[in-house]
């Protein structure tokens, strides 16, 4: 499979090794194939998500921010904190208790020692459900390569974090799909 990805996508997928050694994580995930996506100039998946109002500028601070307060719930999306509050669960609270004992970011998943791993990093579920959604929107739009706008649409159609973030910054599936595959407005050469 990663003989047909393109430049940009095998780009994606070197940043978002950095992106995991950087935040001392043990496996690549969803997240930093989001993080090193967004990383990106003059790709098809950068013109899309400036397109769909997502500026470079805006996609460094917000994006982030967002993806860091998720990891600092566990991981735990916006809509499942918000199904366990429906059951009298506040994740809120929760985290501000074991951060007061454990510390800024305890939940997080993050080692703060570093010199734990001198390996190579594996990709965890989410990464690597990411590329084989990637491989299948690639196929279903007869594309033969695997490019970074696959990455996009794969994490835009997929649930969990990233997935919500992008949604909640206007970048949804259906709209990535029109900017990329045309439908009325610009499309991504």
């Known amino acids: ?8 996508a095998r780009a994606v997928v070197r940043g978002a090794v ?7 994580s043990r496996a690549v995930d969803a997240e930093h194939l989001l993080l090193a996506l967004l990383d990106r100039r003059g790709s098809r998946a950068s013109f899309a998500l400036t397109a769909l109002g997502l500026a470079p500028e805006e996609r460094q601070e917000s994006v982030r921010r967002a993806l860091g307060e998720a990891r600092r719930r566990a991981g735990l999306s916006q809509s499942e904190a918000d199904a366990l509050a429906g059951l009298g669960i506040d994740v809120s609270e929760i985290v501000a208790r074991v ?10 998943g993050d080692r703060k020692d570093k010199e734990w791993w001198s390996g ?10 990411v590329l084989e959604k990637a491989l299948r929107i690639a196929v279903a739009h007869h594309d033969r390569h695997i490019g970074d706008e696959h990455f996009l649409l794969a994490l835009t159609v997929l649930p969990g974090v990233p997935g919500e973030v992008l949604a909640d910054h206007g970048v949804t599936h259906e709209a990535a799909t029109r900017v990329l595959y045309g439908g009325g407005e610009a499309k991504a050469g």
């Open 99 to 108: 951060e007061e004992v454990h510390g800024v970011g305890a939940m997080s």
């Open 1 to 8: 499979m990663f003989e047909r990805f393109t430049k940009d």
């Open 120 to 129: 190579r990093r594996t990709f965890g579920r989410g990464a690597k459900d």
């Open 18 to 24: 950095e992106h995991c050694e950087r935040s001392g």
